[in-house]
């Protein structure tokens, strides 16, 4: 053989093995413009969208090559939400991303010829889908957020076993909200506890509401997770502090910032798993082909200072479980 044709053939060689290598990484047929959009700003929220963003990443996605990504905010103004939606679909969006319920519902009743993915969201099945788990709208995917109300109340008897009532402040205007407060109710019944709920309709209204609710003679503050009420949290651990009452919440940045104990779901790997479900998605996937799941794991953390403050004894049983304790 030819020194000139070896030179070319170890060229389509060495061309063939480079094309090899870069196969798993070039697997979208074009950039897709990704609009992902949120109600408020809120720890939650972050932690979802960083989660979202680490799942395309580890799915081999590189924003820029396979996608582009628009991040948009309502600033918790439903008219806002309801413009974003309508300017991604003018904008030619290939894919709506949301992040809360609010986001989900107006996506689900705007959107029917792209795929929605969510993340931080009641079940759709709660919010206007009339399928199943494994049988739903064909263009709706994602990972619902359901907090673990059952294993919280039991986690409050043991710190408070002659408890008679606790409290949350709930927004109306928030069907995850409202379906929350009644989880929550049902939750602590099995427990002998009763659950004093104060509604809240905006922010410059928690704190006034968070007064009401720790003058009702509860032994405890419980704080469902919305939009409106974790985005005011400061005000609500204020009105705590101020009648010395503890606070149990579902979202781990409310441990640094006045609750004694939380019990949250881990909503970065939530978003994680939602945005390997839409890497999917972008590479020919059917979003029909993923059930509706929730968030499984959860996360313990224990602010012994604040507890101690609010005159609440940690058992040594709850702290050996927790996942950080300060």
């Not at 628009?70 to 969006?93: P, V, Y």
């Not at 994680?272 to 799941?293: D, H, M, T, W």
Request: aromatic share 4%; net charge neutral.
């Amino acid at each position: 053989m030819g020194v000139g044709l070896i030179v070319i053939l170890s060229a389509v060689l060495l061309f063939s093995d480079l094309n090899r290598n870069r196969a798993p990484h070039s697997q979208t047929a074009r950039i897709w413009k990704i609009h992902l959009i949120e109600l408020v700003n809120a720890p939650a929220i972050e932690a979802s969208r960083n989660g979202v963003l680490a799942g395309l990443r580890e799915s081999g996605l590189e924003e820029g090559r396979d996608y582009e990504l628009h991040l948009l905010n309502a600033q918790g103004d439903m008219t806002n939400l309801n413009s974003l939606i309508d300017a991604a679909l003018t904008a030619q969006a290939d894919m709506i991303y949301t992040i809360t319920t609010p986001a989900l519902q107006v996506a689900m009743q705007k959107v029917h010829d792209r795929p929605v993915l969510f993340a931080l969201a009641l079940d759709p099945l709660l919010i206007g889908d009339t399928g199943t788990h494994t049988s739903h709208r064909p263009n709706v995917a994602g990972v619902y957020d359901r907090s673990p109300f059952e294993g919280m109340v039991r986690i409050i008897r043991q710190c408070l076993p002659k408890a008679r009532s606790i409290g949350t402040l709930f927004a109306p205007s928030e069907s995850n909200s409202v379906n929350f407060r009644t989880e929550l109710t049902q939750a602590a019944q099995q427990e002998g506890l009763e659950v004093v709920a104060v509604p809240s309709t905006s922010p410059a209204d928690v704190p006034d509401a968070a007064l009401a609710l720790v003058g009702r003679g509860i032994q405890a503050i419980c704080q469902i997770n919305d939009n409106l009420n974790s985005a005011a949290f400061p005000s609500i651990s204020s009105a705590a502090e101020r009648a010395r009452l503890p606070i149990f919440g579902f979202e781990t940045g409310q441990v640094r910032s006045g609750a004694a104990v939380v019990l949250s779901n881990d909503h970065f790997d939530g978003g994680r798993e939602s945005g390997l479900i839409a890497a999917q998605v972008i590479r020919g996937a059917r979003p029909a082909q993923f059930p509706y799941k929730g968030i499984t794991r959860t996360r313990l953390m224990i602010n012994r200072r604040v507890a101690a403050a609010a005159g609440l004894a940690i058992p040594p049983a709850l702290l050996s479980r927790a996942e950080l304790v300060e």
